[in-house]
């Protein structure tokens, strides 16, 4: 299981969540919650910002323990941001993460959300890491 997939449902079981009540809250199948918990797969972004949600924590971006962007609900675009930012190109950010160009282009535009390990591996290439805080960090 990913780390972040990990800590993310400690705090929900140690906050007297169980899977079954996840899983309802979510709008998934506990079958479903089984395969992330096991590592065989990973919830969506959205998915896990809305679960973050139900104890409290927001999916941000940070340099160190430092948060670094202002809205949790534009983590992708906020990562695309600074990559563009840094003087890379759409073409070159497509290249290095093994996707076609347009996709980028979406993700930058708040058009759609990568998986979860696409948008991991767009914050390493600007030195920044996925981390949950507490609501309103």
Known sequence: MHELVEELFDHLFA?????????EALGATSWGLTLWTRGRSLPRVSS?????????????WCKGRNVVDSDPDDVAVFA?????????????????????PK?????????????????????ELVGLELCWCEGGD
């Open 48 to 60: 896990m910002q809305r679960l973050g949600g139900l104890i409290g924590l927001e999916l941000r």
């Open 103 to 123: 996709h980028v282009s979406r993700w930058h535009l708040g058009q759609k959300v990568p998986v979860l390990t696409t948008l991991i591996e767009v914050g």
């Open 80 to 100: 695309f941001g600074q990559l563009l930012e840094a003087g890379w190109t759409v073409s070159e950010i497509a290249e290095s993460i093994g996707v076609e």
């Open 15 to 23: 906050a007297g969540w169980k899977k079954v009540r996840i899983a």
